[in-house]
């Protein structure tokens, strides 16, 4: 018969029921903070490159890691693979290439994303637009062209490899240009 406090035996009379591990993929927490490990070489979501409200950056804007725009910027920004951010203070007068960005400032120049550009409610967008998504909230102001490409097809020479985008251009109700 067996005890609890009893230290002999090492292999149990019944085998032990399989234990749930936790999913590769998945996140765990480490010393508090949470981490994906298919994200490992991934920037950590919480983190990215900040122009704050008193900056004023003229000039090219290029880089690996995702940025948030507070203050002014003037110029191209050109960050493939990540996010580009316009704040609530943000006002940018540039082309911007990244894989996604979001607009909840003002926003002057011509935006190609590789995955979505999304415009908030208090955003506003005049410029073209080249992106796989678009998202325009309720309020939001939006003066350009919208080019839909595939994911994955080329710009070359202002046409697409893929097979015919669909193109739009949206202006707000009564709203003329002079």
């Known amino acids: 018969m067996w005890k609890p406090n009893q230290t002999g035996s090492s292999t149990p009379s019944t085998p032990e029921p399989v234990r749930p591990t936790a999913p590769t993929g998945g996140t765990t927490f480490e010393a508090g903070r949470p981490s994906t490990p298919a994200a490992a070489g991934a920037i ?8 704050g409200k ?19 910027v003037e110029g191209t920004i050109t960050l493939p693979g990540n996010r580009v951010t316009v704040g609530r203070n943000g006002q940018v007068a540039a082309n911007i290439s990244a894989r996604e960005i979001v607009v909840l400032g003002k926003v002057r120049g011509n935006c190609q994303a590789s995955d979505r550009v999304d415009i908030r409610s208090e955003g506003s967008l005049t410029g073209d637009v080249i992106a796989a998504r678009i998202s325009i ?21 202002g046409t697409a490899s893929s097979s015919s985008p669909t193109q739009a251009t949206l202006e707000p109700a009564g709203t003329t240009e002079s």
């Open 137 to 157: 909230e309720d309020g939001a102001f939006f003066k350009g062209g919208i080019d839909i490409r595939k994911p994955g097809s080329e710009v070359k020479n």
């Open 44 to 51: 950590p979501v919480g983190e990215q490159a900040t122009i």
């Open 54 to 72: 008193s900056l004023v950056i003229k000039g090219e804007l290029s880089g690996s890691e995702s940025l948030y725009i507070d203050g002014k």
